[in-house]
């Protein structure tokens, strides 16, 4: 157990639609990061936040919004779904931005 | 942003066996971290080495930053060492790229 928690585990949702996934760092990180992985395309990188303010941005569409609340959580937000948006969501924390990167459970999500 | 290539993209390997690993990135990097991916989807970390040599059991890792490669060195494998290895990179920019991954089967 790697102390990240994501939730939901599975989510099953249809095109068009818009879901929110979430994610609890370790106790103590500050950096919390958010990554796709699909079949096609491997581990993506999305986005990074560090102490609540956006820090580095990678393959994230416009579709997709996140945000890290003052207590640290933070939500990946992914609305008018598409077929090709089913993937695993990965959050990771770490305690700043160059430390080890520690990995929830992923939510895998499924668009129909 | 910088490439990450992994080799071999595919291993198969008879219990007890040893193998080598390799990452090759085309850029100065601030972490490496190496992971594996097991059968049920989680990523388990491996080491975090940016650079120089660590050992954890049957496991080994070596990074070589100035001339962008890392090695990680599996022995006596067992069937349970089964999954997806990839080494993971991050940069002064603040991204992390991911590479391919090699996807190692062992035998019993």
């Known amino acids: 157990d790697s102390g990240v928690t994501q939730t939901p585990k599975h989510l099953i949702t249809a095109t068009g639609q818009r879901v929110t996934l979430r994610c609890s760092p370790r106790s103590g990180d500050l950096s919390v990061y958010w990554y796709q992985q699909s079949l096609d395309q491997g581990l993506q990188f999305l986005i990074q936040?560090?102490?609540?303010?956006?820090?580095a941005k990678g393959n994230i569409l416009e579709r997709f919004s996140a945000q890290q609340f003052p207590d640290l959580h933070s939500e990946l937000n992914l609305s008018s779904l598409e077929l090709g948006d089913s993937a695993l969501y990965f959050c990771?924390?770490?305690?700043?931005?160059?430390?080890?990167?520690?990995f929830g459970p992923g939510t895998r999500l499924t668009v129909t | 942003g910088i490439q990450v290539e992994q080799s071999p993209p595919d291993l198969i390997l008879q219990e007890g066996a040893n193998s080598t690993l390799r990452c090759n990135f085309s850029d100065s990097v601030n972490n490496l971290q190496w992971f594996h991916q097991n059968p049920w989807g989680q990523l388990i970390n491996l080491f975090y080495?940016?650079?120089g040599t660590k050992q954890n059991g049957r496991l080994s890792a070596t990074t070589v930053a100035t001339e962008r490669y890392s090695l990680l060195y599996i022995s006596s494998s067992q069937t349970t060492d089964s999954g997806v290895y990839f080494c993971?990179?991050?940069?002064?920019?603040?991204?992390?790229?991911f590479g391919d991954g090699t996807t190692l089967t062992v035998k019993p």
């Open positions: 936040y560090y102490n609540g303010e956006e820090r």
């Open positions: 080495i940016p650079s």
């Open positions: 990771a924390s770490s305690a700043g931005p160059h430390y080890e990167q520690y």
């Open positions: 993971a990179l991050g940069t002064n920019a603040g991204k992390s790229t």
